[in-house]
């Protein structure tokens, strides 16, 4: 699939594979996507989380790629696919990111600390 569309757009990529626009859209993305989650999503499973975060990724994700491919001069064709692309990409950064959030707990007030005998 790649090699078809990489070839199909050829020099319009100016040297610079679609895996690097791939990344380049992800990482910008990310912090839009993360916001755009509901509180909840920490309570969730990872596959659960993956699914929620695609659902919520592919706004952003779009307009940042559009951005890009504006900002470089490059064909509108290669769209869909970076977006498609760059949603996965995106859903593997925010779920990581979710999965290893430090847990931090507090004590409660109300709960004393036994004395060494």
């Given amino acids: 699939m790649f090699h078809s569309v990489y070839h199909a757009v050829g020099s319009s ?5 679609l895996d690097a626009l791939v990344r ?9 996507v993360r916001n755009r989650l ?7 499973g990872p596959a659960e989380l993956r699914g929620y ?3 919520r990724a592919s706004r952003p994700v779009r307009e940042v790629a559009r951005q890009i491919l504006e900002h470089r001069h490059l064909q509108d064709t290669l769209l869909d696919e970076l977006v498609l692309r760059a949603v996965e990409r995106t859903v593997h ?7 290893v959030q430090p847990v ?7 709960v004393r600390r036994r004395a060494a005998a």
């Avoid at 380049?24 to 839009?32: F, N, P, T």
């Avoid at 509901?38 to 969730?44: G, L």
């Fill in 38 to 44: 509901s509180p909840y999503a920490a309570a969730m």
């Fill in 104 to 110: 931090i707990t507090i004590p409660p007030a109300h």
């Fill in 13 to 17: 990529l100016r040297g610079k594979p």
């Fill in 93 to 99: 950064l925010v779920v990581r990111e979710q999965m």
């Fill in 53 to 55: 975060v695609r659902a």
């Fill in 24 to 32: 380049e859209v992800a990482e910008g993305s990310v912090a839009q």
